[in-house]
């Protein structure tokens, strides 16, 4: 993709001794400039340095817009919160993917068409049997996932877009059929197949919680609220994950391994699984006495521990997940008739003592998606291992989505960063005998 339209390219001026180039720097639809260092090394031999990359683009993007200040996000232009509200999971899979907002029969073939993709080969479920029953899920879906590109030959060439758009379908329908099926086998239940004459939400809890022997209802006010979680979590722009994703495609290498590059990297505490220690640590705090002893932890730089579920390294204001979160955590628990959760009294207590103290003011942490989220799904009946497996299934969706968007763009290269070297220089090898 070429330099954003419309904006004239002004420039920023590197002196180095008595050397000076000028930097082109582009300008985005909206959000910061980037300066463009593509030539920076062969014109002077030097490199950036930015380690987490807290001041760097890795690329140019046209799907999800985050204004970390302000506590804005926007898929395709759309606020979250809109389409949490009026939309569905596979509409904004459509949005995501195709741009715009698909129009009704845009939508039906849509929903029909991930619909009918959403079983996977028989011989999956054998895969499955060779894991341990107490295998974390998010092992047993890096494992699956990657494992599908043994069964979709017809559509792992990336330079077809019949086979990447198949692909991209394929995703985001196998994936609720995976994540039941890790939750089934890890409970030594049997694996339970998708049903066509449901919505995706409900299929997908269906396939979690029904069982051989007795008809399975779904609860309408739970499948859209599970629809909305996925909404939540569809995309994030370069956060780490998606960055995983991006970096394995530039390779050239085939969705499903990327996708389950992508799964892997999600599962660490910093990211996606922040979910599942978020509800750990309510637990180990236990009460509402006890917070104070675990703020006061927090903040001990000594202290390895921190308040998971709090913080961003974009969001320096709340994170507009975390607010409709909280509002579906209400919802779910009112529904499920839970009147007074202990989990939810500390998280609401600990948010309120959080927010007015001046460590946590002055460094802008506030609750992120993941803080309330673990309340959410343990209330809809999901133990604490799925938790950020079910934040893979529906980020898969944003994955697949920006890793398309690499594939078509025609300036895109293999990424293959460089580093500061500080290690030793050259040194001849010594014999092991005259080592001392
Ligand atoms: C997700 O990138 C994305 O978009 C991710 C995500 C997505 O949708 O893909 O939004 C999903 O991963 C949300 C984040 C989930 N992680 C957690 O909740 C884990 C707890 N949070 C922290 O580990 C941390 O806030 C991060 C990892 C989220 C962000 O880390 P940064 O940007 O590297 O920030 P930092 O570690 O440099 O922290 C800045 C300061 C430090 O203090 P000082 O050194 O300045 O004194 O804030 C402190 C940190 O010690 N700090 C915290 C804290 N988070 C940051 N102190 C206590 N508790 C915390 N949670």
């Not at 419309?6 to 000076?20: D, F, P, Q, V």
């Not at 919680?209 to 859209?224: D, H, M, T, W």
């Not at 002893?293 to 969001?315: Q, T, W």
């Not at 506030?366 to 604490?384: E, K, M, V």
Request: include cysteine; charge should be negative.
């Amino acid at each position: 993709m070429d330099a954003i339209d419309g904006n004239s390219a002004k420039s920023a001026t590197l002196t180095i001794g008595n050397e000076s180039w000028e930097l082109p720097i582009l300008n985005g639809t909206v959000g910061p400039d980037v300066i463009d260092i593509g030539k920076l090394y062969a014109q002077t031999g030097k490199f950036t340095y930015d380690p987490g990359f807290t001041s760097t683009a890795s690329c140019e993007s046209q799907i999800t817009y985050i204004d970390g200040d302000e506590g804005i996000l926007l898929y395709r232009g759309y606020p979250i919160e809109q389409l949490a509200e009026s939309g569905d999971f596979l509409e904004t899979c459509y949005l995501l993917l195709y741009g715009e907002l698909p129009t009704a029969a845009q939508k039906a073939d849509f929903d029909y068409r991930v619909t009918r993709h959403t079983m996977v080969h028989e011989q999956m479920s054998r895969f499955f049997h060779g894991f341990r029953r107490d295998a974390h899920p998010m092992s047993v879906m890096v494992a699956s996932v990657g494992a599908l590109s043994a069964f979709y030959h017809d559509s792992t060439d990336i330079s077809d877009p019949q086979q990447r758009m198949i692909a991209s379908i394929r995703m985001i329908a196998k994936m609720p059929t995976l994540a039941a099926m890790a939750y089934k086998y890890s409970i030594g239940q049997p694996f339970v197949y998708p049903k066509n004459d449901l919505d995706y939400a409900s299929n997908f809890l269906r396939m979690c919680f029904s069982v051989p022997c007795e008809e399975y209802k779904a609860n309408p006010i739970l499948s859209r609220a599970i629809d909305r979680i996925f909404i939540l979590h569809a995309d994030h722009e370069q956060n780490a994950s998606t960055s995983t994703v991006r970096l394995a495609g530039s390779s050239g290498a085939n969705p499903f391994a990327c996708i389950a590059a992508g799964i892997a990297c999600l599962w660490g505490p910093a990211h996606g699984g922040a979910n599942e220690a978020a509800l750990k640590m309510l637990g180990e705090i236990g009460s509402v006495e006890r917070i104070p002893e675990y703020i006061k932890r927090a903040k001990d730089k000594n202290d390895p521990f921190r308040l998971m579920g709090f913080g961003h390294r974009v969001y320096k204001n709340y994170d507009p997940r975390a607010k409709i979160m909280q509002k579906t955590c209400h919802e779910v628990l009112g529904e499920l008739g839970i009147k007074d959760d202990p989990l939810l009294d500390i998280a609401v207590e600990l948010e309120r003592i959080a927010l007015q103290d001046e460590y946590f003011v002055e460094r802008k942490l506030y609750p992120n998606i993941d803080f309330y989220s673990g309340i959410t799904l343990r209330a809809l009946g999901f133990p604490t291992s799925m938790f950020t497996v079910l934040f893979a299934l529906a980020r898969t969706v944003g994955w697949i989505g920006q890793w398309k968007e690499m594939i078509e763009d025609p300036g895109q290269r293999i990424g293959r960063p460089r580093q500061l070297y500080t290690g030793a220089t050259h040194r001849d090898y010594v014999p092991i005998a005259r080592r001392k």
